[in-house]
């Protein structure tokens, strides 16, 4: 079971703190967009690499679950993995800023 509870300030915030907030916000749109787009580059690549599971069967002798990845196939999963956690992380960090609740 989840238990949602609001922010300590959750009711007692001025007009001006949330003006504040809601400006930060919007800030973020941009940003919130680059990290889907990531993501979605990552889902894909993952989805390519392990899409062709007859070309993976012929490497492997025909063993199941088991994946031939090309350098650059495994590069390139690394990269937009690494980067979208990245770009998350930073995300986080900013948005916790933002709404003066640390990081």
Request: with cysteine; hydrophobic share 40%; proline share 2%.
């Amino acid at each position: 079971m989840t238990c949602v509870t609001e922010p300590p300030s959750a009711g007692r915030d001025s007009l001006e703190e949330r003006a504040r907030r809601l400006e930060a916000l919007e800030g973020f749109e941009t940003e919130l967009y680059d990290l889907v787009n990531m993501a979605g580059i990552a889902v894909a690549l993952a989805e390519h690499a392990f899409c062709d599971v007859t070309s993976h069967r012929e490497l492997s002798g025909g063993q199941r679950d088991v994946y031939h990845l090309g350098r650059q196939e495994v590069d390139r999963l690394l990269f937009a993995g690494s980067h979208t956690l990245r770009m998350m992380s930073g995300f986080k960090d900013r948005y916790l800023a933002a709404m003066g609740l640390g990081g």
